[in-house]
T-cell receptor, first 119, second 111 residues
């Protein structure tokens, strides 16, 4: 089945550091990928839609200069958390949509997430 | 996308069927019903989806009422590994594919 790989699985770094998270679709092409954030005991919150070859679409309230998204190929999207601070500590999850099925009938597949801890 | 309502938590005995309800009374004609689950500290796992017919796969069955205002996910023989948060989501094709997660149902399967 469709597999989405996310790397790294865990990051611990100092405040002010920029952190890059990769999301890859391993056995299918994905012109669209999605980035979510999840705080403890809460549901997933959609941050942005990553579009191959064009700018990402950010949800209301998400700072595009803070969370840089690049989708340079059909199998890779990256999320960079710039100048990270403790409040950016969270579980970041990406997902990708299988393009082989008709629009609307496409299950989205998720990576295993990246746990980011900013000290 | 239509809003969904799910009970916050449910218990189920191991080996019994787990029936997870979802209300989506404002669903529109072209919106699919998707079910995902999230085991602690992992990414969500796709389970099943449907439009109006009942669906079954190796993981679960999805029963959608005739008026499509509610659905039930059935895990026929729940195991301890099925303990997770289960999310019911409705999505229309024109919404760009994004899934908006609600609070889900925390299912606890007990020995």
């Amino acid at each position: 089945g469709a597999v989405v790989s996310q790397h790294p699985s865990r990051v611990i770094c100092k405040s002010g550091t920029s952190v890059k998270i990769e999301c890859r679709s391993l056995d299918f092409q994905a012109t669209t990928m999605f980035w979510y954030r999840q705080f403890p005991k809460q549901s997933l919150m959609l941050m942005a839609t990553s579009n191959e070859g064009s700018k990402a679409t950010y949800e209301q309230g998400v700072e595009k200069d803070k969370f840089l998204i690049n989708h340079a190929s059909l199998t890779l999207s990256t999320l960079t958390v710039t100048s990270a601070h403790p409040e950016d500590s969270s579980f970041y999850i990406c997902s990708a949509r299988d393009q082989t099925r008709p629009s609307g009938n496409q299950p989205q597949h998720f990576g295993d997430g990246t746990r980011l801890s900013i000290l | 996308d239509a809003k969904t309502t799910q009970p916050p938590s449910m218990d189920c005995a191991e080996g019994r069927a787990a029936n997870l309800p979802c209300n989506h009374s404002t669903i529109s004609g072209n919106e699919y019903v998707y079910w995902y689950r999230q085991i602690h500290s992992q990414g969500p796992q796709y389970i099943i989806h449907g439009l109006k017919n009942n669906e079954t796969n190796e993981m679960a069955s999805l029963i959608i009422t005739e008026d499509r205002k509610s659905s039930t996910l059935i895990l026929p023989h729940a195991t301890l590994r099925d303990t997770a948060v289960y999310y019911c989501i409705v999505r229309a094709p024109h919404q760009g594919g994004k899934l908006i997660f609600g609070q889900g149902t925390e299912l606890s399967v007990k020995p």
